[in-house]
């Protein structure tokens, strides 16, 4: 069996090349297969597929076009297999499969109903060809390591991720990401190994480069839902939430208690989505006076006046002033309104679009 193997002139970052020389290995290790690459700067890679094979079993012959993602997230496949399904045509090619780090079952059902394979480094494909059919599914997903992805977002990383999805497409060397973070460069070389290992970043020549800050967020946001943060409680009596934010403000200014809000009420300030009917604040610490000043007493449930210690200042990075009031950053916003469900992912979501653009 001979194998010709050409490079394509699409460029390639260094995960989609792995991933695709691992789409290659699991086709040539099927038996009675043959896998030849098409010739290099043909048509196909005009149209922006990734690479393109001729599939040869017994006497039937194939092209096949292969799609190479850094995620396999639903969301994503959705996408990416309803264009690769539109380029089949424009191309030429009789059947088209994506590959990524694992495909879950739900990711297989949307492929499948699709008419779109799937290679997975998972152990996990679909092939449905026309006298060849090969599926293999239910292998865990060997990408997703829970005490890594805990780790990405401890206290002390999380600094780093706020700062690499501040400015999603900048290259950062260890030594910037150490001064503008405060964290070590030991530490910050380990995230960087860890999110390159998981698809997330690359390291490149000029510094790390986040490859996918959209997978990032959102399995970020899953893990900060899967943490709730403890909300400490008061009923303020006051008639609208204007009024008790300035009441804060002053309290705030005149107990020197540094604060930013957050939640509906600070993201009513940034945009119209919701109108909230309770504040949730970030403090440096939590006076008795401040409180006294706010009449705001304590109850152990509902409540319209939430409050919260910061977890080492970590919610204060990227707070800004806007009318007169401290908000927390975008990015904090979105994962406190996420992790509030229902309207709350709602206006997270919208928040995404209009402002984080990834």
Known sequence: MKHVTTISTKTRTKNEAQLLSQALRTLRGIPNLTVKETVSGSKPFEHGIDLSVELRSGQKKFRVAIEAKSTGEPAVLRRSVAWLKNQLARTKHQYGVIVAPYISGEGATICRDMGIGFIDLSGNCLLN?????????????????????????????SRVIRCLLSEPKRAWTLKGLSKETGVSIGLI?????????????????????LEDPARLLEVWREEYQRRPRKWARYVVRIGSVDE????LKTAAIQYRVRYA?????????????LNPNLVHVYVDIL???FLEKLSAYPVTSEGNFLVRVAEQENEFIGAREVNGLCIVSDLQLYLDLWSMGGRGQEAAEDLR??????
Do not use: C, M, W
């Open 189 to 209: 070389h380990r995230l960087a190994v860890a999110l390159e290992d998981n698809f997330f970043a690359e390291k490149k020549p000029e510094g790390v480069h």
């Open 261 to 273: 809000l957050s939640g509906p009420s600070g993201a009513s300030f940034i945009s119209a989505y």
């Open 129 to 157: 060809l026309d006298g060849l059919y090969i599926e293999r599914t239910g292998s865990r997903n060997k990408f997703r390591k829970p005490r890594e992805i805990q780790s990405l977002f401890s206290p002390k990383s």
């Open 287 to 289: 006076k008795n006076e």
């Open 244 to 247: 008790s934010v300035n009441k």
């Open 353 to 358: 679009r209009r402002r984080l653009n990834f």
